[in-house]
Structures are given as C-alpha cells and as structure tokens.
C-alpha cells in the first residue's frame, strides 16, 4: 500500500514557476514508476509526465517538454514537478500516481496509487 500526498499548488501569473512535490509512504517507493496527470475543469485527466524506478528514464507529453521537469528522491520518498514558463492552459488540479513495477506509463488505468491532488492555477 502506498499512500500519496501532493502539496506545492497555487496561483501563479503567467510565465511564472511551481514546484510540486508528492510525498509517498512506504518502504517500496523505489520499485514504483512515478507520473503527474492533471484535470481541468469539464476535462478529463490527463498525463503530465512520469519518471522511472531509478529516476533514469523521464517522458513528458509534448505541450510541457522544455517547460517541466519530473525529478525524484528516493531517499526522501518524493516525487517533484518543477513547473516553468507556466501558461494559463496549465491551470488544473495536479495529481501524482504511483505504478508498482518500475517503467513508465502514461494512462490512468495503468497506474495502482492516487493522490488527493493539488490546484495549480495561472492568472493571464
């Protein structure tokens, strides 16, 4: 069982950054992939970016790529998404997931452990 807890949300202007962070329990944090997803409102969830087991392997989906940056500690038992160059469209209640088994995946379905979520929201 792992339990997930999201924090580092909030209201932030256009072309500014966050950072999530999502703190896991658990002695096996290690052995999960990670991934973020976010749902806006009238939308469904959807995937963000994911990160590996050992935190060597990252994949984001295209309209974040140079913008965020997935990163783990697995001695902390933390999962981060620094967000930069923020845009409106971002705004979303931004959740981690957790995937026994290592590799990354990028459906919901795919993934065992959910958090509560955190709302990121970005002023034009």
């Known amino acids: 069982q792992v339990q997930l807890v999201e924090s580092g949300g909030g209201l932030v202007q256009a072309g500014g950054s966050l950072r999530l962070s999502c703190a896991a329990s658990?002695?096996?944090?290690?052995?999960?992939?990670m991934g973020w997803f976010r749902q806006a409102p009238g939308k469904e969830r959807e995937f963000v970016a994911a990160?590996?087991?050992?935190?060597?392997?990252?994949y984001y989906t295209d309209s974040v790529k140079g913008r965020f940056t997935i990163s783990r500690d697995n001695a902390r038992n933390t999962v981060y998404l620094q967000m930069n160059s923020l845009k409106p469209e971002d705004t979303a209640v931004y959740y981690c997931?957790?995937?026994?088994?290592?590799?990354?995946?990028?459906?919901?379905?795919?993934?065992?452990?959910w958090g509560q979520g955190t709302q990121v929201t970005v002023s034009s």
């Open positions: 658990g002695r096996t944090f290690s052995s999960y992939a």
């Open positions: 990160i590996s087991w050992s935190g060597g392997s990252t």
């Open positions: 997931a957790a995937r026994a088994g290592g590799a990354i995946v990028v459906h919901t379905y795919e993934y065992d452990y």
